[in-house]
């Protein structure tokens, strides 16, 4: 029941917004580079350890897929307070707990909280007219990609200046800050919806059928999230080895320069506000490529070839995600916290699947194996939109 239209947000709180998405997403991935040392201390079997990173993004996909779609049903602003109080509780336990039970059930929880990255994107775009509607998703989506790619070399740099679980202490403190200070900021909202939760659950399937573009964009992504989480498994291994041998403090700092190519999601709305989405989208594949084909080059021991492969990975990626989130907003509007929820589990289930590869075919074939994978999976999705040209001609009135 909304008593009357909401106010429009401002500038300075869409960037609390893209701040608070990249701490949730960093919230998830702080846990992927000291894995070894948190198995080693809770003394966990080696084919547990996979567990700890494992079970936080599948409680992420959990809440994308239930907790997520109340966006449509409930006050949107309690809703991101309630899920990032949650986030801070989990961290704050995440710290405290010492038995490996508990902090595995605890690290999935924290992943369930952190899908409020997903209510906060549609809630900001709901919450601005058309023209700013573009830029802020540009915004937001850079804030979250760079959490994605500050967090491993954060963590690393943090686990070897003091311990682990200083990591999960500084996110629960940061977690603090921005929840007190989005309670002070985000306007209320609420949804225009009159379903059920029930039904709410029940329409993700047909909305998934039935929306063409929607399961086009879904899986455009999930191929190029996909290599960029192929990259980013396989790449610590294979600097670790010869002919690179680099400690894991230079591997963070790889890691690091991959940062730059957060630049490029404002980059691409501007295209998509010029009506290049495909064009764009298309470029976004075959530089993935480029830059996985690239890193062949390095071989010898060429670190900074593979810092521009990152560079460019990562750019194309965050590029193709704000496309498709573009594309996907234009859509109707009272279904968008679903749209949205069903986008995001689609490429993270891509993501999951791709990392298991890529790491398979690491220890099997090497670096070329990770980069076959790597070029395989953009081109499917190239393919995949050559073919959809005609059905894109006759949608050309929405963002595709």
Known sequence: MQDGPPRALPPRVVLLLAASCGQLIANLYFIQPIAALVAADFRMPRQEAGLLTTLPLAGYGMGLLLVVPLADLVENRRLILVMMTTETICLSLLWLVHQTALFLTIGFFAGVSASAIQVILPYASQLLPGERQGRAVATLVSGMMLGIMLARP??????????????????????????????????????????????????????????????????????????????????????????????????????????????????????????????????????VMLAFGATLLAERGIVVIVVIAAIVLDGAVSANLVIGQRAIYALAPEQRGRMNAIYIAVFFVGGSVASAIAAWSFVHFDWLGVVILGVLLPLSALCYSVGDRTNARSTSAKPS
């Open 154 to 287: 954060a963590s690393s740099f943090i686990a070897d200046a003091l311990a682990w679980r200083s990591i999960f202490v500084i996110a629960a403190i940061l977690m603090v800050l921005m929840t007190a200070t989005l309670f002070i900021s985000l306007p209320v909202r609420w949804p225009s919806s009159s379903q059920t939760y029930s039904e709410l659950i029940r329409s993700m399937g047909d909305i998934f059928y039935k929306t063409e573009i929607l399961r086009r964009r879904a899986y455009y992504h999930a191929a190029m999230f996909g290599a960029f989480i192929s990259f980013w498994t396989a790449v610590p291994l294979w600097l670790a080895q010869a002919p690179f041998n680099l400690s894991q403090g230079g591997i963070a700092w790889v890691a690091l320069a991959g940062v730059a190519g957060a630049v490029a999601p404002p980059i691409a709305s501007r295209l998509v506000d010029q009506g290049y989405s495909r064009t764009a989208t298309t470029a976004a594949m075959i530089l």
